[in-house]
């Protein structure tokens, strides 16, 4: 059974960080792409940032350039998003997608609350 847990939300000031962790098990993780989204309220999913299997290649929305890291450990089956100078703005549910060819899995979310 493939399982996908997020971890490391919570609330934060303005400004700060956080760093969000996503473990995977039950699947060859080497082998999937790996993609952080989030969803705010009343708001469409979007994609945060990607990467590759192999954690080549990476892919950032824009308004997260500069400010969010993805990252991958494959021997731990792990995926991390590193965020800073957090805004308001990036309030949401933040949810990690594993994707190779037409398996897809996702995990259950954990939120992030940016508020003074």
């Known amino acids: 059974q493939v399982r996908l847990v997020e971890s490391g939300g919570g609330l934060v000031q303005p400004g700060g960080s956080l760093r969000l962790s996503c473990a995977a098990s039950g699947l060859t993780f080497s082998r999937y792409a790996m993609t952080w989204y989030r969803q705010a309220p009343r708001k469409e999913r979007e994609l945060v940032a990607s990467i590759s299997s192999i954690g080549d290649i990476t892919n950032y929305k824009e308004s997260v350039k500069g400010r969010f890291t993805i990252s991958r450990d494959n021997p731990r089956n792990m995926v991390y998003l590193q965020m800073s100078s957090l805004e308001p703005e990036d309030t949401a549910v933040y949810s990690c997608?594993?994707?190779?060819?037409?398996?897809?899995?996702w995990g259950q979310g954990t939120q992030v609350t940016v508020s003074s």
């Open positions: 997608k594993a994707k190779w060819g037409n398996n897809e899995y």
